[in-house]
């Protein structure tokens, strides 16, 4: 039995007084009834923050006599009150005789959230409170649930566009963090096996070095036993205490740096793709940190869609590089022609999916007259370079069989493209050199089918673009439609550039702008050997690797009648 204060102490029982309709006062026995049949806990404190009034609700939700609170001190009854924001608010509303209102958890000895308001009397404070622990509750589920749902759809957006798989894992890692976990560690393993940690992040930014050193050499000292291992050789996910693991590894500094981070819990979930584990996400729980089930199928959903971007990004990867390699096997070196000198180029694109159509081609018809021709195939990927093969082969063979100009040679492939039910889309132009050998000077002839325009630098560095901006309709649209057929003089020592479009688009910029960008490149390059003007060319104009694949054929009329 509490031991109650001498008489002397007791605080003394002040009526209260409420105003009614009739002008008259509440009897305190009525007012004690409404007090007693609130559905809010209730309370008085004087001066000495001393009980003088608890109400039947307080005394319920306490499970504890009020007798036994009377004339005893709110902080000696509730020892864990002081210093929280209970205290504060209480001693705050007492100071600047103001009411307030506030929300608050309380750990103590009655755990929940709690709806408080407070305002001061002469004579103390009166507090009411409601137990809002359920609200609270159903609200905190519902913002995790948000939160889960915004954290997939970041994890999508990251990872559906992603060409590179480590990059993009590697950033997974601060996604995560800290909807599902305090700290996390990305690995992914390489088709020989070998597993990298690639990135990590902590809800603690003093922390995030400390992880940063542990992820460099963790892999290096955990057991076969360990958390990691275990994921990554079953495929199944694996939760250990921290102390386990710590038990499992020897001493050093892997081992202290886990310690120094201190968590209490990890969950080891592995990245599932088609045929093996290519990686593994590790969370590290902190003490205090609720994991529901929600939580848990969230996390698995995480590393399930990591597990599948990988998967995808190496099938690109794999497809792009055969892509390239087709590519390159068709765009051979071109044949030495007499009279001039021909070099050609190819640069795939930064993006290994964005490989695909783009060809050059050089050859001599049946007669030995030169022909120049620079092509691009709508797509990116191994079909696009596949048909591209079929186009090049078909625009030669035409050409070699008829004889023909280059806008009776672009016709008959459109009809060929038509004949084929293929659907497939292309540009190209097409330059044919007569005249080399004499002496009557060269008579260029050329057609475009919705084509970049070719360029012509000549000797006295004046630079024109040939025609317009893209000529006539692409091939595989109608193979009737009309192909115009233009011709040039070109003196000796003049150059004839042909090109495809990752040349001169880039993002934020206009054809027009990158037209004016190659023409000012060639007139600061006039006079240069040709494979230097190619590649001079190709740097200034792509400033590293291209967006798009690029490929280009330049021919040099040579001023004298030697053969290269």
Known sequence: MTEQPPPAERPRRVPLRVVVDA?????PDDLAGVLEAMPAAFFLLDRQWRFRYVNAEMDRLLHLPREELLGRSIWDVYPRMVGSRFEAAYRDAVASGQSITFEAQYSGELPGWYEVRAWPRPDGLAVYFFDITARHT????????????????????????????????????????????????????????????????????????????????????????SPVALALTAGTPVTEPVADVLALMRPGPARDLLEQLGPERAAVLPLPAADRTVGVLT????????????????????????????????????????????????LTEPPGIPHAEVVVRYVPAAEAARVGGDWYDAFLQQDGTPVLVIGDVVGHDTAAAAMMGQL?????????????????????????IASMHTGALATAAVARFEGLAGDDGVLMRWANAGHPPPFLLTPDRQVAVLGGRFGDLMLGVDPTADRVESTLDVVPGSVVLLYTDGLIERRGSTLDDGLDRL???????????????????????????????????????RPDPQPR
């Open 519 to 557: 023409r000012g490149c060639l007139e600061e390059l006039a006079g240069r050997p040709l494979g230097e003007l190619c590649d001079q060319v190709l740097d200034r104009m792509l400033q590293g690797t291209p967006e798009d694949d690029v490929a280009l054929v330049a021919l040099l009329v």
């Open 283 to 330: 969370l590290y729980h902190d003490a205090g940190r609720v994991v529901g089930p929600q939580d848990v199928e969230t996390a698995r959903e995480v590393a399930a869609q990591a597990g599948r971007a990988v998967d995808r990004v190496h099938r690109q990867s794999q497809q792009a590089k055969l892509a390239e390699a087709l590519q390159r096997s068709l």
């Open 138 to 225: 159903a609200e905190e589920t519902a913002r995790r649930a948000t939160a889960r749902l915004d954290l997939l759809s970041r994890v999508n957006a990251e990872l559906s566009g992603a060409l590179d798989s480590v990059s993009a894992l590697g950033r997974l890692a601060r996604i995560v963090v800290p909807t599902l976990t305090d700290a996390c560690i990305v690995t992914v393993v390489d088709r020989d096996g070998r597993a990298r940690d690639v990135g990590s992040w902590h809800a603690d930014p003093g922390k995030r070095g400390l992880l940063a050193r542990y992820a460099d050499i963790r892999l290096e000292t955990l057991p076969p036993t």
């Open 23 to 27: 002008g008259g006062e509440l009897d």
């Open 392 to 416: 090049r082969g078909l625009l030669r063979g035409v050409a070699h069989h008829s004889g023909d100009g280059p806008a009776a040679v672009l016709r008959g492939l459109d009809e060929a």
